[in-house]
């Protein structure tokens, strides 16, 4: 990759994770109580309130930590990895890790939808507004559509952007 392209790539993915921190500010409070589901170590945990629902599971050495806010988080992880799952407003997010990884999905309004996967050591993490579709497989270059979107994959070194 040449230094032009990763100067671009550099200030794409600065730009999109702005404008997805300035999107999860900006999102409406959810009206139902959060389930919160962490899951350090061995552990499995799993909790529902109301239109709030989350599950986490993790082997030993691995943590895994979902949170629906009037939305359903899911996260696993595996020994050695770590898995975030995040959900809000009717977001769907699950977030699924092997050794040395750390995916992380984030899920913002009706009809998001985030599946992120850490097949390989590395970081990702994927963010959908409200009727995005986003999926980080950890082997192949990551999806958006639908609506606003981005990912980041650091174990493919590839990500995506959906302005819509």
Do not use: E, H
Not at 17 to 25: E, I, K, Q, Y
Not at 80 to 94: D, E, R
Request: one cysteine or more; proline letters at 7%.
């Amino acid at each position: 990759m040449n230094r032009l392209t990763l100067t671009r790539s550099i200030g794409l993915t600065a730009g999109a994770g702005a404008a997805s921190l300035g999107l999860l500010f900006a999102a409406p409070a959810a009206t139902a109580a959060p389930a919160g589901c962490p899951a350090p170590g061995l552990a499995a945990t799993q909790n529902s309130d109301g239109g709030a629902s989350c599950s986490a599971t993790s082997g030993a050495g691995g943590a895994a930590a979902a949170y629906g806010f009037d939305g359903k988080a899911t996260a696993d992880a595996a020994p050695t990895s770590l898995s975030l799952a995040i959900a809000q407003n009717g977001g769907v997010a699950t977030s699924n890790s092997a050794a040395l990884s750390g995916p992380a999905a984030i899920a913002l309004g009706p009809g998001a939808t985030v599946t992120t996967t850490g097949a390989r050591p590395g970081l990702s993490i994927g963010i959908a507004g409200p009727g995005a579709t986003v999926s980080v497989t950890g082997v192949s270059t990551p999806t958006c559509s639908g609506g606003f979107g981005f990912a980041g994959d650091f174990q493919t070194w590839q990500g995506c952007f959906s302005p819509r």
